[in-house]
Antibody
């Protein structure tokens, strides 16, 4: 059974960079046919797709966040990471990592989510 | 503002059926048979309930069904049960922006 687990700082100061890592177990991040995504959910609000990365390292970002987002993969550690720069209070959210089936973008596995608060 | 439009709320009594709509455009819902539905209970991660418009993952009760007509997809929950009370989100492949979500619908079992 595939499992994903987010980790990283739960509190980030405004203008700084948010950094999260997603550890994948029960399967290889190098498996073809999947994208590895970051999705966020502000408190009390809906889901927003941030971006994804393929095992090859190719990335695709939400245009609304593209200038601030970097997603990378570490195949040796079977994990992928998110960096979001110049954060503001509007970036406060639960951040989920997930696996999606390539092309259909069906998200079949989700991490449990981690709350990141942007505050001084 | 979400890319896909869902009603904020829906409700039904136990045993009844309820349908939740998800309206997009020809660039997303109408253009591809790649609509998914997710169930989210409070404090939990979303769970895949329907994929590729009408397919159910293993373990999802057949009380959940999906369909699509034009630019609108629908999730129907039949034989409502108390545990179906949750938020439901649709998503669609959208080509240039691979994943777009709906704003979510809060389903209340009366």
């Amino acid at each position: 059974q595939l499992q994903l687990q987010e980790s990283g700082s739960g509190l980030v100061k405004p203008s700084q960079t948010l950094s999260l890592t997603c550890a994948v177990s029960g399967g290889s991040i190098s498996s073809g046919g999947y994208s590895w995504s970051w999705i966020r959910q502000p408190p009390g609000k809906g889901l927003e797709w941030i971006g994804y990365i393929y095992h090859s390292g190719s990335t695709y970002y939400n245009p609304s966040l593209k200038s601030r987002v970097t997603i990378s993969v570490d195949r040796s550690k079977n994990q992928f990471s998110l960096k979001l720069s110049s954060v503001t209070a509007a970036d406060t959210a639960v951040y989920y990592c997930a696996r999606a089936v390539r092309r259909s973008e069906t998200i079949d596995y989700w991490g449990q989510g981690t709350l990141v608060t942007v505050s001084s | 503002q979400s890319a896909l439009t869902q009603p904020p709320s829906a409700s039904g009594s136990p045993g009844q059926s309820v349908t939740i709509s998800c309206t997009g455009t020809s660039s997303d819902v109408g253009g591809y048979n790649y609509v998914s539905w997710y169930q989210q209970h409070p404090g939990k991660a979303p769970k895949l309930m329907i994929y590729e418009v009408s397919k159910r993952p293993s373990g999802v009760p057949d009380r959940f069904s999906g369909s699509k007509s034009g630019n609108t997809a629908s999730l129907t929950v039949s034989g409502l049960q108390a545990e179906d009370e949750a938020d439901y989100y649709c998503s669609s492949y959208a080509g240039s922006i691979p994943v777009v979500f709906g704003g979510g619908t809060k389903l209340t079992v009366l």
